[in-house]
């Protein structure tokens, strides 16, 4: 109870809350009038919106207070005011002088220039601080390299670069750093397809996927982790997060699974590779189908019409090893209440296939541009949502109350507000990283010691290329992984005669995996914390599961017509993947006899025509190999029959 007097609290960061609207307001309207003119151009909208995200990180950090939680109210609302106006300065200076910088000034720049485009550097190094530290790291040591090069021995010595080249390379140059291409594609074209995520968030597609896969666990005990798989496949083309999906399709089905007899770090295991999927699973792709298509100079749809097939390959290996761990512990349905899955999730569910179905079209069957495919998707999506609730709202609410009508809309702002700021950010970090290893030569000198470690021969580079990438990972997003690691693999493995999109694949791959690396893993601890199991229980399970991403690896080397075209080669090589997979997962999770060693010579057996099937030169003895796997396979169903009868 309060003492008599005392003052009513006041509602902290309240302010703030009503400037973060505003400010995502701005940069929703300033974006969208951009994808239909374009006025300006891509450098100009990041000149005048990288700023504004900056704004935007700070409000939303200060409105949760998670901006400084150490420090007290008044100081946090001082250094989010001093943060805002830096941000505007540097809005103002840089759009203003836009032109006399790329032009007049361009090699030339004033101290004015340097100063305000380093304020806006250090902005975006705070941010990489706060939520990316490690490759906030990263970032300073590759500028302390390029300046201090002549002070490292062996061939990675370099002259050194001086501090107003950084600053210029990081700023105003505009070709790299803060401003440059990549912030510029997550603004334009992945915005673009956050538009169309956010859309389907704030109107409750997503929660539509969960509903439905709920009830689909209430089937049967069977149902229940293969739920988990399910309802990460779908909600994974949303977020493209695998700690995103994690969160929200996990807190369900992990209990869930607990509950109906599955073991706890089976449990956070299933849901771990299930989510990790999500980094796979198109059109997102966890950003990297964006990077891709950027490094490759192909189209965006390019790189989604190969992805399918991949992320496809990995579910149906999870789902394989999922249904032989429920066989072995489940004993019942229990934890997830029924779900009753109305008319509204139903037409909620046609829009999500609507959605899928119509950037495919568009993109494929009528080569529209992707950016502009997503924008019609976008409003012809936005209409119909937004008619729908209209209307059942009205209908349930005759009421005055603006709140409900607005609340999916403000949604709609923030999502794609957060979303896309904190994306651009990262990018821009990853920039400044970008830019700071090719100006000291890093890739060159990478490629030189991959090729002499690998001796030129192309197993011994894929696993050099593995090692160095997996490494990363376990620092590093799967983002900057795969543009490290393509950026240091793709020369040494074109010199000898490897496919570009085989290359960018398998770095792909790698950054995936990355996301799994023990002992670093964000997916790992967020489901081993809802189920409260070992960490490093969860992830070495998880890391059987996920077994697929080394099919996946291996692969798209032997089978490159997986990726190199999009096509009934591609189809082929996919259904040879997906039976490899399968057989792996039934060699790890499955038994075939009592006694171990019949047991281990089985399970030997089966992994080694799977082994055939995925690796094999000869289509025709893969092919065959698939024989005796569904003997194995038909064999175990067989024996696991007669054990329930």
């Known amino acids: 109870m ?55 990180f700070t409000l939303d950090a200060l409105r949760n207070n998670d901006l400084y939680p150490r420090l007290g109210s008044t100081t946090n609302n001082i250094i989010a005011g001093v943060y805002i106006a830096l941000s505007i300065v540097a809005l103002l200076y840089i759009g203003i002088e836009f032109e006399e910088i790329g032009t007049v000034r361009a090699g030339v720049w004033s101290t004015t220039d340097l100063v305000v485009g380093g304020l806006m550097v250090c902005l975006v190094m705070e941010y990489t601080r706060k939520r990316h530290f490690p490759l906030f790291i990263l970032n300073v040591f590759l500028i302390l390299y390029a300046i201090y090069g002549w002070i490292v021995p062996g061939m990675f010595r370099h002259p050194g670069v001086d501090w107003g080249r950084i600053l ?18 997550a603004l334009t074209l992945i915005g673009s397809f956050i538009l169309v995520l956010s859309v389907l968030r704030a109107f409750g597609c997503v929660n539509s996927i969960i509903n439905t896969a709920s009830r689909l666990a209430n089937k049967s005990a069977h149902a229940l982790p293969q739920a988990a798989v399910l309802g990460s496949m779908g909600v994974g083309t949303v977020t493209g997060s695998g700690a995103a999906n994690a969160i929200t399709i996990g807190s369900a089905t992990i209990p869930a699974m607990i509950a109906s007899g599955i073991p706890r770090v089976n449990a956070s295991a299933i849901e771990t590779s299930a989510s990790l999927g999500s980094q796979l699973m198109p059109p997102v792709m966890g950003i990297s189908a964006f990077l891709m298509a950027e490094f490759l100079g192909k189209s965006y749809f390019d790189v989604v019409a190969r992805g399918y097939a991949p992320a496809l390959i990995y579910y149906a290996g999870v789902s394989a090893g999922v249904y032989l761990i429920s066989v072995r512990y489940q004993t019942g349905i229990a934890g997830i209440p029924v779900v009753k899955t109305g008319i509204l999730d139903k037409i909620n569910l046609l829009i999500y296939s609507g959605v899928i179905a119509g950037l495919i079209l ?102 050099v290329a593995f090692f160095f990438g997996a490494l990363l990972g376990t620092g590093l997003p799967p983002a900057p992984t795969y543009i490290i690691t393509a950026l240091v693999i793709a020369p040494a493995m074109t010199k000898v005669g490897v496919e570009p999109w085989v290359i960018h694949f398998f770095a792909f791959f790698v950054a995936v995996w990355g996301e799994l690396t023990p002992p670093t893993s964000v997916v790992a601890a967020v489901t081993a914390k809802i189920a ?27 089978r490159p017509e997986l990726v190199i075209e999009p096509g009934m080669a591609q189809v082929g090589a996919m259904f040879l993947l997906m039976a490899g997979t399968v057989g792996i997962q039934f060699s790890i999770q499955a038994e075939y006899s009592n006694k171990r060693g019949r047991d281990v010579v089985a399970r030997i057996a089966l992994a080694g025509f799977s082994l055939i099937v995925v690796f094999h030169p000869s289509t025709f003895l893969a092919t065959m190999a698939i024989i005796p796997i569904g003997g194995f396979v038909g064999y175990w169903f067989v024996k696991q029959r007669k054990n329930l009868s």
Not at 35 to 49: K, M, R, S
Not at 392 to 401: A, E, G, M, V
Not at 533 to 558: D, E, H
């Open 2 to 56: 309060s003492s008599p007097g005392a003052q009513p609290a006041p509602q902290p960061y309240a302010l703030s809350r009503v400037l973060f609207f505003l400010f995502a307001l701005f940069f929703f309207v300033y974006l969208f009038r951009y994808y239909f003119t374009g006025v300006g151009g891509p450098t100009y909208l990041a000149v005048i919106l990288v700023p504004v995200t900056f704004i935007l």
């Open 362 to 463: 568009l993109m494929g069957v009528a080569q529209v541009v992707p950016m502009l495919a997503a924008l019609r998707v976008f409003v012809a999506v936005g209409i119909v949502v937004s008619v729908i609730f209209m209307l059942t709202t009205l209908r349930s609410r005759p009421s005055r109350d603006l709140r409900p009508l607005a609340a999916p809309f403000l949604r709609f702002i923030d999502h794609f507000a957060t979303m896309t700021s904190d994306l651009t950010l990262l990018l821009s970090t990853l920039s400044i990283m970008t830019g700071v290893i090719v100006i000291t030569g890093v890739t060159t000198k990478m490629g030189f010691l991959l090729m002499e470690a690998a001796g030129f021969h192309l197993v011994a580079m894929i696993l």
């Open 168 to 185: 210029s390379s990081m700023s105003v140059e505009m070709a790299t750093g803060v401003f440059s291409r990549l912030p510029q594609l």
């Open 532 to 558: 409260d199991a070992p960490f490093m229980g969860t992830l070495f399970r998880g890391i059987q599961l996920c077994s697929v991403l080394f099919v996946l690896m291996g692969g798209v080397f032997a």
